[in-house]
Structure formats: C-alpha cells, structure tokens
C-alpha cells in the first residue's frame, strides 16, 4: 500500500502541475492581449497626432497666395540660385557686373556702340602684335579659338520670350474686352505708375534698379517670410475692405457693357 501511495503521488503532483501550467499559460495570454490593447490606442493616438503640425502649416497664409518655396517659384534652376544667393560668388559676380555696366554707361555716360569698338581694336591689336613678335622671338604663334554662337540656348531664350509675349498679349486683350474690370483698373494703376518712374529716370536706370531689387528682396523675403507673410495678410485684407466699399459707391454705379450681356445669354 505504502508503494501504491508512493506510485500516485507523482502522478498527482503531474497532474496538478499540468493545471497550473495550463491557468498560468491562459494568464499570461490574457494579460499579452491585455498589454496589447492597452498599447494599441497609444500608438493610435501618436499616429493621429503626428499630422497636425501639417495640417496648421498648410492654413498658413502666404504672400500672393503661393504654395511652393520661393525658389521653385523662380524656377529652382540656375537663375533661382542666382536672385536668392544660393552660390554667393556667382551672385556677387552678376550683381557687381551689372553695378559696373550702369556705371559705364549711365554716370561715365560711355555709349554702347564706342565700347564694342574699342573692345574690338584693343583685342585686335594685342593679338595682332603678338603674332608678328613670335616670328622675331622664335616661338609658336598665339592659338586664336574659334567663336561660334551655340544655336541651342539662343533658340531657348527666343522661344520663351515669345511664350512670354504672346501670354502679355492674350492678357491684354482679355482685359481690353471689357470682361474684368479688377483687372483693368490694376494694370492701369500699374502702367500709370510705370510711366511716372519713367519720368524720372532713363531705361537703363530703370533696368537696374529692377536687377537690384530682384537680388534683394527675394532672398529677404525669403529669410523673413514668417514675418512678412502675417503683415501682408492684414494689408490685403484691408485692401479688399476698402475696394469693397470703392465698389459698392462708385463701381457698381457704371453701367455695363454689351459683352457682359452676350456673356450672361
């Protein structure tokens, strides 16, 4: 009997163990899913909250209401690089280059014509000498390269001032038909403007002044923008309030066209 007992009790301890096992197992299961669950509104929330930044930035308000960067609004190319000082040699370069042709031309009153000429007879002087003085010296004559216009990049820039005059003349017949008088009034306002800086100085000045100010104002904008951007906000909106009014006493009192009412039919 005493063997028999000493036989079963193992099996009981096997017996009880494997219980265990098993009510531990689903624990621990239990509480895996448990971990899980709890863990899975967490990760949820993170997920959801990560766009919101996104979504405040896209309601920020931005000058003439682009969408891009300031340098693929100027093309993100080479001339990009240029007015925003991407490369600041090359810019420098260009703006010093441009700074000494106003000068030559605009305070040395130097004409176009006379320096081409006086270019041309200094260069060809210093190579013809230096061709007859190598027979005396015994050394090789100078290598004169030969210049050739490339056609590519004179056809590219023909074509997109084409592109580009061709759009300023839709632009203004579609204002001279009478269809948008917002238009009308800002592209009169601007000439009449236009022709007052005219008056005051000449178009090469002019020309310069524009070069100067497109090597300035974008890249300052373009650092300041954060600033600029809620400034311009207001002003425009007080400029849309004041033509509001404008509208409502006087533009609203002229009578309409014939091609408004062929449109409306």
Known sequence: MAEHAENSDPKGESLMEKIADKFHGDDSSSSSESDTETKKPVVKSEVEAEPEPETLK???WRLFG?????HKVFGGGKPADVFLWRNKKISGTVLGGAT???VLFELLEYHLLTLICHILIITLA???LWSNATTFINKKPPHIPEVHLPEGPILQVASALRIEINRALDLLREIASGRELKKFL???AGLWILSIVGSWCNFLTLFYISFVLL???PVLYEKYEDKVDPLAEKAMHEIKKQYAVFDAKVLSKIPRGPLKDKKKD
């Open 186 to 188: 800002a592209v009169i």
């Open 58 to 60: 896209n309601k920020v």
């Open 66 to 70: 682009r969408e891009k960067p300031v």
């Open 215 to 217: 090597h300035t104002i």
């Open 126 to 128: 210093v190579l013809f």
């Open 100 to 102: 000494a042709i106003w």
